[in-house]
């Protein structure tokens, strides 16, 4: 089957792994990151104690293969080149003076490796499998042997050992996974109680994987495309680890990630991308990347949680620019404003209200007693017509009724008090008022600013075509996804509609401008 053809390769896929996975309990994670990282042609290291099926997971991934060979060893201090890359061939040695192993059913010969306790191996294994999981090459005598390797599982129940020189096999290792005991009791009492032989080959053989259609997928996976949203996340991941390096309490356990990885990161997404059938990496398969940065398992949240709000905050924001497109347009709303609106400010006194129904008196009388006058009476008072009317204290208790009127002066009162009629001032503030006077624009910047409309205007409905193009395949899969939890494609759904929000908002922002200054030209 062309895989590079078949419009069902996600379904292919997602039936492979469910077949992979089935009579495992809670190591489904664990099986999906492995293939994965066999597809992309990289290595997986899985931490874990004893007896948690690290090694079983290697034996089930060789299924996957139509043509799959395995290689598996338990390391120790003691542990030769022999043993792992096979012993040297005597013949060749005797007849031909070549120093030459027989590598057919070991390491080099395999396509499935699994390596347990790889820390206790020795400096010349180590160097030899540098080269193996770099370049897919094995040195053997004077010949480099093109090893088909598809993936190296390694595994150990500790960490490298600090201070030692494993920094470079440390890092060669792309997917770093935990694998724990099994959490869920059900699950455990279903493993124990299993008569199923998990190592026997169960997989269809429709659903294997041959070498041609491995050779096609390694040439289609270069072909999908990275977008910006997914360059500038990681981005943004760079420049997120590299301030929690400089934090005086990180400095002995930093996040350390070298060029090599980041560059096989996007390899290992593009694999993803194709795999979910799609020809575009997204921000959903960002996420994967929480399994590559880590060098401690401390750091794991660490970079969730940096993940989590590049892609919430920033995901295809950054991709169209909107922080600038939205400085952009508030520069125009700015140069309109100033060049068509002439404001004249005066100042005036307003009334001052007292616990927000009252107006004070400002003047009052030894003998009146009264110091507030309720909003809504002081609105209805005339200036030719008396009206009973209530006062208050400072603690708006109602302390008397008096007649009263609207002064001939703003702000003022008259009351008939004792028989005679007395004026009282209400307390005022002063108060900027501002008067806006339109003007017209020459027509030279009219002019300037309809092509500044046009160009804006244009740029936006660009991105929001390009969302269109992409949201229905994008967001339809997302909670699909064949290696992602489905828990984060909220994140993503959340950022693109903001996005979207935006965009809508920018426009009719545009719009309302353009019709503002159009409506001073005209007139």
């Known amino acids: 089957m062309d895989v590079l053809t078949e419009n069902k390769l996600q379904a292919r896929t997602k039936n492979l792994l469910s077949a992979l996975s089935e009579g495992l309990y809670e190591r489904d994670n664990a099986i999906r990151l492995s293939f994965l990282a066999t597809i992309a042609g990289e290595s997986i290291f899985l931490l874990g104690p004893p007896g ?65 306790e790889i820390w206790k191996a020795g400096p010349a294994i180590q160097n030899a499998l540098l080269t193996i999981l770099n370049e897919k090459i094995y040195r053997n005598g004077d010949q480099d042997l093109q090893v088909d390797l598809r993936g190296i599982i390694t595994a150990s129940n500790e960490l490298p050992p600090r201070n030692q020189s494993l920094e470079p096999i440390w890092d060669r290792f792309l997917i770093r996974l935990q694998i724990g005991k099994i959490r869920n009791f059900q699950n455990l009492v279903d493993m124990i109680v299993s008569t199923e032989d998990v190592y026997e080959d169960t997989i269809p053989t429709e659903l294997k994987l041959t070498k041609e259609e491995l050779d096609e997928l390694n040439t289609a996976i270069d072909q999908v495309e990275v977008p910006a949203e997914v360059l500038n996340t990681q981005q943004l991941e760079m420049y997120k680890i590299e301030a929690f390096n400089e934090k005086p309490n990180n400095l002995e356990r930093q996040i350390k990630i070298y060029d090599r990885r980041w560059k096989k990161i996007i390899r290992l997404l593009r694999s993803s991308a194709f795999l979910n059938g799609r020809q575009r990496v997204d921000l959903m398969d960002c996420f994967l990347m929480e399994h590559c940065l880590w060098n401690y398992p401390e750091h794991q949240e660490v970079v969730r949680e940096m993940i989590t709000d590049a892609v919430r905050k920033h995901g295809y924001s950054l991709a169209i620019n909107l922080n600038a497109l939205k400085q952009e347009v508030a520069d125009f709303e700015q140069d309109v404003d100033r060049e068509t609106r002439i404001r004249n400010t005066t100042v005036e006194d307003q009334l001052l209200p007292v616990h927000e129904k009252y107006y004070q008196l400002e003047k009052v009388s030894t003998q009146f007693n009264g110091e507030l006058i309720a909003i809504d009476q002081f609105r209805q008072l005339q200036t030719d017509e008396d009206t009973v009317t209530n006062f208050y204290d400072q603690q708006q208790n109602l302390i008397n009724r008096i007649k009263t009127r609207k002064g001939e002066k703003e702000n003022s009162i008259l009351t008939n008090f004792n028989g005679q009629l007395q004026s009282f001032t209400l307390a005022t503030r002063q108060q900027e008022r501002t008067e806006i006077i339109y003007k017209k624009p020459h027509s030279v910047v009219a002019k300037f600013w309809n092509e500044r409309f046009q160009q804006l205007t244009h740029y936006i409905e660009q991105q929001q075509e390009q969302i269109r193009v992409h949201e229905a395949s994008e967001l339809a899969l997302l909670e699909d996804h064949l290696f992602v939890e489905s828990e984060w494609a909220e994140v993503v759904k959340t950022n693109l509609e903001e996005v979207k929000a935006a965009l809508q908002n920018l426009h009719l922002r545009l719009e309302k401008l353009q019709y503002s200054y159009a409506k001073v030209t005209t007139n």
């Open 52 to 116: 948690v099926g690290k090694s079983l997971i290697a034996r089930r991934l060789k299924h996957a293969f139509a043509d799959g060979t395995s290689f598996e060893y338990l390391m120790s201090k003691f542990s030769t080149p022999d043993e792992i890359f096979g012993p040297i061939s005597i013949k060749k040695l005797k007849e031909e003076d070549k120093y030459e192993r027989l590598t057919d059913r070991y390491l080099p010969g395999a396509n499935i490796v699994f390596l347990d």
